[in-house]
C-alpha cells in the first residue's frame, strides 16, 4: 500500500528553522515524484516544493531559497528542511506522491494526514 506519514512540525518564531519528515511505504521514493504541500487556514492547499526520482527539484517562489526538498531512498523518506521561517508559512504540511514532468508537478491521490508548522512571536 501507498502509505505516507509526516512529522516534524512545530511551534516556531519567526526566523527559525524547522525539518520535515515523510515517511513513505518501501520503494516508493525509487519510482515516483514527492511533494510538499500547504494549506493555511482560510486558503487552499498550495505546491511547496517537489521532487522527481532523478533528484531534480521544483519550488514555489513563496519559498525559493528558503527550503530545501530532499530524499532518502534507502530510508524511504523525504525531507523539507524550512530556514528562515516567516507568519506566513503557518499551515499544515502534507506529503504527496505524483508525477513531475516538463510543465511541473502533477499530484496524485495519496496524501499523508499532515503535520502543523505555526510560527508566531
Known amino acids: 500500500q501507498e502509505l505516507l506519514v509526516e512529522s516534524g512540525g512545530d511551534s516556531v518564531q519567526p526566523g527559525g528553522s524547522l525539518r520535515l519528515s515523510c515517511a513513505a511505504s518501501r520503494g516508493i521514493l525509487n519510482t515516483y515524484a514527492m511533494a510538499w504541500y500547504r494549506q493555511a487556514p482560510g486558503k487552499d492547499r498550495e505546491l511547496v516544493a517537489a521532487?522527481?526520482?532523478?533528484?531534480?527539484?521544483d519550488y514555489a517562489e513563496s519559498v525559493k531559497g528558503r527550503f530545501t526538498i530532499s530524499g532518502d531512498n534507502a530510508k524511504d523518506t523525504v525531507s523539507l528542511q524550512m530556514n528562515n521561517l516567516s507568519v506566513e508559512d503557518t499551515a499544515v504540511y502534507y506529503c504527496?506522491?505524483?508525477?513531475?514532468?516538463?510543465?511541473?508537478?502533477?499530484?496524485?491521490?495519496?496524501w499523508g494526514p499532515g503535520t502543523q508548522v505555526i510560527v508566531s512571536l
Open positions: 521532487i522527481n526520482d532523478d533528484g531534480r527539484t
Open positions: 504527496n506522491i505524483g508525477i513531475f514532468d516538463s510543465s511541473g508537478y502533477h499530484p496524485g491521490g495519496t
